[in-house]
């Protein structure tokens, strides 16, 4: 069975810090693995798509990176923002196309 | 392109009532999915569709819940009778199908069971 695991859990940084989230998944078998971005009382926004054959993705100050054979992401936050404070996830695309998401890290970029 | 939508946004009732939660996905999707989302917790599953059919329901509570997906279209996903620890929120997400397309979210409808 497929779990995801999200470390660390919550995290505050100053503004202007460089930080990384990361990810990891037990099964390897996966197609695809997504970050989303959940800001309270809304619906969860897509940021960036890795296949499972590519290595890293990116989109402006975001960088995602996957290693499939170790069962890791991480998800690069350049020069980070107030604008930036939300609750980070990862979900990965089993074999069976189910989408399986982690808890989250909840980040707070202090101004 | 419009995206996900879902209604209503709020729900409040008491335990033991029915409701009904409504997905309209993203026009020419074929996976829609439903997740519950507790406080504090990632989303979990209830019921992934490809078109009109069920592809995985292995986490949706059936003695309670039920959720169709008429026409391979609109969605709805049906509580009754309603439990406190079904408050949540409720997500529905739909994607084009297939190995890799990326998932769009709906905004979610909470849920409160009072």
């Known amino acids: 069975k497929q779990e995801v695991t999200q470390i660390p859990a919550a995290l505050s940084v100053p503004e202007g810090e460089n930080l990384v989230l990361n990810c990891s998944f037990t099964d390897s078998a996966i197609y695809n693995l997504q970050w989303f971005r959940q800001d309270p009382g809304k619906g969860l926004t897509s940021l960036l798509l890795?296949?499972?054959?590519?290595r890293e993705q990116t989109s402006g100050r975001l960088n995602a990176s996957l290693d499939k054979s170790s069962g890791r992401s991480t998800l690069y936050i350049a020069a980070s923002q107030p604008g930036d404070s939300a609750t980070y996830l990862c979900?990965?695309?089993?074999?069976?196309?189910?989408?399986?998401f982690g808890s989250g890290t909840r980040l707070l970029v202090r101004p | 392109e419009a995206g996900v939508a879902q209604s209503p946004r709020y729900k409040i009732i008491e335990k033991r009532q029915s409701v009904a939660f409504w997905c309209n996905p993203i026009s020419g999707h074929a996976t829609l999915y439903w997740y519950q989302q507790i406080l504090g917790q990632g989303p979990k599953l209830l019921i992934q569709f490809q078109n009109n059919g069920v592809v995985d329901d292995s986490q949706l509570p059936k003695d309670r819940f039920s959720a169709e997906r008429l026409k391979g279209v609109d969605s709805t996903l049906k509580i009754q009778p309603a439990k406190l620890e079904d408050s949540a929120v409720y997500l529905c997400?739909?994607?084009?199908?297939?190995?890799?397309?990326?998932?769009?979210f709906g905004q979610g409808t909470r849920l409160t069971v009072v």
């Open positions: 890795i296949q499972s054959s590519q």
């Open positions: 997400a739909s994607s084009l199908g297939g190995s890799n397309t990326e998932a769009f």
């Open positions: 979900a990965v695309m089993d074999s069976s196309y189910k989408l399986i």
